[in-house]
């Protein structure tokens, strides 16, 4: 393989073992497989549920990116397949790309160079229809609910707190506030609407939360959907659609087992954005790695703020979880970004620039070490622009944390160049260590999203508009004060100001609302202007891609 070659190149070059065949480097029977084609396959798990966890957890996050992204994704699946060369059976857990990124700005999810996931171009496109499935189930509820007001509305919905929103997974701005209803009595009850894309959706978390089927029933029963005219909340299965959701999500909750370009096994699932939802991938998923393999490599969206918070203070209480370590991803390029670089000059040296951005790997350093009480090692995602006095730089940086800087060159060497990594994560592995957390679950929601901002953001402390306040009374009302809380907030930032770059001090967080997601299980606060539906840039990815006579894909990545 050429070292010109672009991702897809690559992996179209790479030849792929038949999926059952890495089902069995794992020990995973061939029988449990619903294959989908050759090359990917649903993995029935009822088999393994009885198995215990024995695998060490490894938890891959990273600074504050750029907007190009940094190559979390290309770290993890390197590190897992490093980690295998070494002799460590190890299983990788990852999200599924949402379309959004692929045909907006940011491009897939399935790493980059020779640390990719293969069927690449399934992977990024429509996979095994999950998100398809997820968004056909959320806008089924949405279908039941408006049917519910408009069939005479035995439960005495307010159209005006109807709070389920319809999504899709692409980026559509102009969907994000819609009027519906529109026409004669046959059409419906006119009301104010809005989408939300899939990845942001309560169903994309529950399935991600959900521990089985029986759960996930549950969970999903339990979605507040609307509120009466008493201001009573009403769930999903009020409207009896508890039951046909998960009739639409039965093969979703299933996890997809595909392969890296060095054939070891991963289990892809599940996609919830880290700066709006959860951020991480299914616990399915996870949780079956950790049955059987010895190590387990997942990892947590954007920042360590947003992904890494969330998977420890709620993915990780809801399955009894604790990684061993924790890797953080940094980038001398978006380093140099939060030094106040722009994006187009990140490939110059530029040590001051540098200077001035390595407070915000340090602040994270920080946060993993002393808030949550993970040992964890920085994994420098090398650049071909790196200079070896940018290198030397972060690395001395950590060593004065007491923290060590692994280069990691994973995109041109695929698991040999992170060899280096995956001994300094295999010696980590063995220290002793305590998950802690920043909040107590009784602390109240004020408290916890306070303690949050305080802690981890290193904020003055929040504040609350009027209407923040007022839903937030309202939650404690109605019983769901005790919900861990899920803060949605840009990822470019410690703060909720996306120009707030590096290692910001003096601000203090603004809640402008607070909605519960009863069904996943938090609280979710939205800070800034953040939305749960993107918009396209200026020029789309989309605009670059078309498909050749033969059905192969040109433009993507």
Sequence with gaps: MGDNMSDIEIAREAHMFPIAKVAERVGLDPAWLEPYGSHKAKLDVRALRDLSFKARLILVTAINPTPAGEGKTTTSI??????????????????????????????????????QLVPMEDINLHFTGDLHAIAAANNLCA????NHVKQGNALGVDPRRIVWRRCMDVCDRQLRNVVDGLGGIADGVPRQDGFDITAASEVMAVLCLAADLTDLKARLGRMVIAYSYDGEPVTAHDIGADGAMAVLLKDALKPN??????????????????NIAHGCNSLIATTTAMRVADFAVTE?????????E????????AADLAPSVVVIVATVRALKYNGGVARAELGREDLEALERGVPNLLRHLSNIRDVFGLPCVVAVNAFPTDTRSELDLVTESCRRLGVSAVLFEGWAKGGEGGETLAREVVRLCEEPSELHHP????????GKLDAVATKVYRADGIDLTPAAARQLRQLEEQGFGGLPVCVAKTPYSFSDDQTKLGAPKGFRITVRGLR???????????????MTMPGLPKIPAAEGMDVAADGSVIGLF
């Design 78 to 115: 390197g590190l897992a397949d490093a980690m295998n060369r070494l002799g460590r059976k190890t299983m990788l857990a990852l999200r599924e790309p949402s379309l959004g990124p692929v045909f907006g700005v940011k491009g897939g999810a399935t790493g980059g160079g020779h640390a």
């Design 143 to 146: 279908a039941l609910l408006d």
């Design 257 to 274: 087992l595909v392969q890296t370009l060095e054939h070891n096994p991963v289990l892809v699932h599940g996609g919830p954005f880290a």
């Design 300 to 308: 947590a969206g954007f920042g360590a703020d947003l992904g890494a």
């Design 310 to 317: 969330k998977f420890l203070d709620i993915a990780c209480r």
């Design 439 to 446: 909040y107590e679950l009784d602390e109240g929601i004020e």
């Design 516 to 530: 519960v997601s009863a069904g996943a299980g938090f609280i979710v606060a939205l800070t800034g202007d953040v």
